[in-house]
C-alpha cells in the first residue's frame, strides 16, 4: 500500500520562486494536513482538510496556500519563497478528526 | 489548548523496558492521548492511543493515570529500531483537526 505520498523528496529554490508541493493519499481518507518541521523542533500546521473542497489554516499559513479539488490529492503552494520557508514539509491523512493520522516521508524545502 | 510535557531525550538499553513519560495536568474531559514517533529521516509514526483506560497493542503499551494527568508509553523490550524521537499530544475528541507537536523526548537504545 502505497498511503501517503509526498513529491518531490528535495528541493532548492532561489528566494522570490513558487513552487507547489504534492501529496496524495490512497486511503480515501477524508482528513489531509499540511505540517512543517524545523530543525530540532517538534510540527506545526499549516494548513488542514476535512474534506474535498473545504480547507482551514493551521498555526502558521502565512506564504502558503492549498486547494482540495479531490479527495486523493492536497498540493501546498509557496507563492514568493522566503529564506524563512526553509523546512521539512510532511503531509498527512486521517480518516476522520480525531483518529490516527499518516504521514508521507517528507520534501526537504531549500530556499537560497 | 492543552500542553504536554516529556523529558528532552531518554536512554535505554537493548531488550530492556522503557517508560517514556508524559505530563498534561490541563487536559480536559474530551481530549484524547495520542503518541507519535519519528524515526531519523522520516515522518511522524502512530503508536497508540488512549482516552482513560490503559491501552496495548503490538508496538506498546499505554498507562494512564487515574486522573488523566500524566501518561507513560511503555516499550516492553526496547531494539535499536526503537531509537526515535517520542511525542506525546492530546487531542480533542470534538476538534481534533490540529495536532500540536512539542519537541519530544529523544530516544536513544545502548547496544
Known amino acids: 500500500n502505497a498511503g501517503v505520498t509526498q513529491t518531490p523528496k528535495f528541493r532548492i529554490l532561489k528566494i522570490g520562486q513558487s513552487m507547489t508541493l504534492q501529496c496524495t493519499q490512497d486511503m480515501n481518507h477524508n482528513y489531509m494536513y499540511w505540517y512543517r518541521q524545523d530543525p530540532g523542533m517538534g510540527l506545526k500546521l499549516i494548513y488542514y482538510?476535512?474534506?474535498?473542497?473545504?480547507?482551514d489554516k493551521g498555526e502558521v499559513p502565512n506564504g502558503y496556500n492549498v486547494s482540495r479539488s479531490t479527495t486523493e490529492d492536497f498540493p501546498l503552494r509557496l507563492e514568493l519563497a522566503a529564506p524563512s520557508q526553509t523546512s521539512v514539509y510532511f503531509c498527512?491523512?486521517?480518516?476522520?478528526?480525531?483518529?490516527?493520522?499518516?504521514f508521507g516521508d517528507g520534501t526537504r524545502l531549500s530556499i537560497l | 489548548d492543552a500542553k504536554t510535557t516529556q523529558p528532552n531525550s531518554m536512554e535505554s538499553n537493548e531488550e530492556e523496558p522503557v517508560h517514556l513519560p508524559c505530563n498534561h495536568s490541563?487536559?480536559?474531559?474530551?481530549?484524547?492521548i495520542h503518541w507519535y514517533r519519528q524515526l531519523p529521516s522520516q515522518g511522524p509514526e502512530y503508536v497508540i492511543h488512549?482516552?482513560?483506560s490503559n491501552v496495548n497493542n503490538r508496538m506498546a503499551s499505554l498507562a494512564i493515570a487515574e486522573d488523566r494527568k500524566s501518561s507513560t508509553l511503555i516499550l516492553h523490550r526496547a531494539t535499536l529500531r526503537d531509537a526515535a524521537v517520542y511525542y506525546c499530544?492530546?487531542?480533542?475528541?470534538?476538534?481534533?483537526?490540529?495536532?500540536?507537536f512539542g519537541p519530544g523526548t529523544r530516544l536513544s537504545v545502548l547496544p
Open positions: 488512549g482516552l482513560t
Open positions: 499530544i492530546l487531542r480533542d475528541r470534538n476538534y481534533g483537526q490540529n495536532f500540536v
Open positions: 498527512a491523512s486521517s480518516d476522520r478528526g480525531g483518529t490516527p493520522q499518516h
Open positions: 482538510s476535512v474534506g474535498a473542497g473545504i480547507t
Open positions: 490541563t487536559i480536559s474531559g474530551t481530549d484524547y
